[in-house]
């Protein structure tokens, strides 16, 4: 029995050796990594002579960053935070860059909101995406998506999809997105029966998802009418991605249920798709010749098409009417992220848009004007005569305006890519350089769109400025408008979501008004109570409070 309690003693103490050494280990890599960071970022003035942010040894710029966002409310979302600091520090905010050392929360990173600045490394070159984006989106899309992807294997499947998203195959589709534009103005017009206070925001992120269902799968979703078990277990699948706020990601990470979750929501969205892609399949194949057969021009369709018809894409033992498992893999992560981004970012620059344009009523009235112009004084007649020629939404050049402007101050998210050892960012005023070897780089859209070395008037909402001719003061210039990004890889998406707004509006507001109520007391972001938040499970930034707006008719105006 002695002997048998001392082995006992013994494999124990070979357990507990085992986890000092493994916390031994780590200690020490943290510290390792904590002076490579530290010493890196003070390198900067020193070797360099660019100015960075008061900075600690310990904690990095974390105080710093911290006393400037304590100004702001709490639910602020992050992406704002390099526009807070340029005003804090206007010795930075001359650089057109700026150093921010956040290890260990994020890696280190150089945020930049000069435009010809991010054109040299968004546009000429194009740098890969950063790992942190790798970390965020793996478990949902497997890294098989148009953001994740990289080199040879992005460039193929943007070809494929790039005659989905094209302008004349979505005009194409205009009166499939009429009908759901349709369900969304009768639930308004119930809404304004009632008088009642709704987050705006809801039922356009519902009527959005229908609408990009119909783009993308060719299938009604009825989000706004019923439950949607797909788009359930993608907003589940969201929420437990490392895009919320620390606290919140630490938690996730530490659920044990976490990866079984992840597992059954994955399955549940590629169960959906697999009889959409069969029918697909079905539709562009014959059983007995494998020729192909016309079918309605959704994103899923002209994916299947281009499958079939090239055999580049195919493995070489591949049948023309079957998909590999690699193609199929590739599709659904595709429709993932095309399911997702196509409704999320749509459904809050809508949002924002008709706050601006009630607190901007003259905008509202030269809109309205816009609309009366081209489709005639009765509102009712607008969706037939857009259904019979949907270019006609192309002939709207202030309605585009007052969306650019809108997405010109609350564009949805930056872009992050990879920084290389042998690329150093140049300042074109200055001639200063910037090296971005070890340094994630963030192309800051809301802090570079607001900035006043570039646009005038830069906080003010101004849509004239889209129709202003170069020479004219407000003209805008070149690489500075970039809530979809510029370069070869931006949004994939963007005709759409400009397609998809400029609709909506015109069948709702000449019939309706919009009235945004924060309430007395709501507090200001730059001097506005409509400001960019982060929820739990959000990616992108959204309207505090769902943007809460009371709808009207106009009966009697």
């Known amino acids: ?225 019923k439950h949607n078990g797909f788009r359930d277990a993608m907003n589940k699948q969201v929420y437990w991605l490392e895009t919320d706020r620390l606290p919140r990601t630490i938690v996730k ?52 098409k281009a499958y079939l018809s090239d055999p580049a894409l195919r493995p070489a033992d591949a049948k023309p009417t079957h998909i590999d498992a690699e193609f199929l893999n590739v599709l659904i992560s595709q429709l993932k992220i095309f399911m997702f981004a196509g409704h999320d970012t749509t459904a809050t620059a809508l949002a924002f848009a008709y706050h601006f344009l009630h607190t901007n009523p003259h905008t509202l009235a030269a809109l309205r004007a816009e609309h009366t112009a081209v489709f005639g004084p009765n509102p009712a007649t607008a969706a037939a005569q857009i259904a019979a020629n949907p270019s006609l939404l192309n002939a709207l050049p202030y309605t585009l305006a007052v969306i650019k402007e809108t997405l010109r101050l609350f564009p949805p998210v930056g872009s992050v890519r990879e920084g290389q050892r042998d690329l150093f960012l140049t300042n074109l005023t200055t001639g200063a350089r910037y090296p971005t070897a070890g340094w994630m780089l963030f192309s800051c859209s809301f802090a570079s769109q607001r900035w006043d070395a570039v646009w005038p008037r830069a906080g003010e909402f101004v849509p004239e400025r889209w129709l202003a001719r170069e020479g004219d003061p407000l003209h805008v210039r070149k690489n500075a408008f970039r809530p979809f990004e510029l370069g070869p890889r931006n949004c994939i998406g963007q005709e759409l979501a400009l397609l998809e707004i400029k609709a909506i509006m015109v069948l709702t507001l000449r019939e309706m008004k919009f009235e945004s109520c924060f309430g007395q007391g709501a507090q200001a972001v730059l001097g506005d109570v409509a400001y960019q938040v982060q929820g739990s499970g959000q990616v992108t930034g959204h309207p505090k409070g769902g943007m809460p707006m009371r709808v009207r008719l106009r009966t009697g105006e």
């Open 1 to 225: 029995m002695a002997k048998l309690l001392a082995s006992i003693a013994w494999d124990w103490s070979l357990v507990w050796t085992a986890i000092g050494v493994s916390v031994a280990y780590n200690v020490v890599k943290f510290f390792y990594r904590l002076h490579q960071v530290r010493s890196m970022v003070r390198e900067i003035p020193a070797k360099y002579g660019i100015p960075i942010m008061p900075h600690s040894y310990l904690f990095g710029h974390l105080i710093s960053v911290a006393k400037v966002m304590m100004k702001q409310p709490s639910d602020v979302f992050g992406g704002c935070a390099p526009l807070f600091i340029m005003k804090a520090y206007p010795e930075l905010a001359e650089c057109g860059a700026m150093y921010m050392d956040m290890w260990p929360i994020s890696p280190p990173m150089l945020t930049v909101f000069d435009p010809d600045m991010m054109a040299q490394f968004c546009q000429e070159p194009s740098l890969p995406k950063a790992e942190l984006m790798h970390t965020e989106f793996g478990p949902f899309t497997q890294l098989k998506d148009l953001v994740n992807l990289e080199g040879q294997d992005w460039k193929r499947w943007r070809g494929v999809f790039n005659p989905g998203f094209s302008a004349k195959n979505l005009l194409s589709l205009v009166p499939t997105f009429l009908e759901e534009i349709e369900v969304f103005t009768d639930h308004l017009r119930s809404l304004a029966k009632s008088g009642e206070i709704v987050r705006f925001e809801e039922p356009a992120m519902d009527l959005t998802i229908d609408v990009i269902g119909r783009a993308a799968l060719g299938a009604r979703l009825h989000a706004q009418t």
């Open 253 to 304: 990470l530490l659920n044990p249920l976490r990866p079984v979750m992840m597992w059954l929501h994955n399955r549940t969205m590629k169960n959906y798709f697999m009889p959409l892609i069969e029918q697909s399949m079905a539709e562009h194949t014959s059983q007995d010749t494998g020729t192909t057969s016309g079918g309605p021009k959704t994103i899923i369709s002209l994916a299947t």
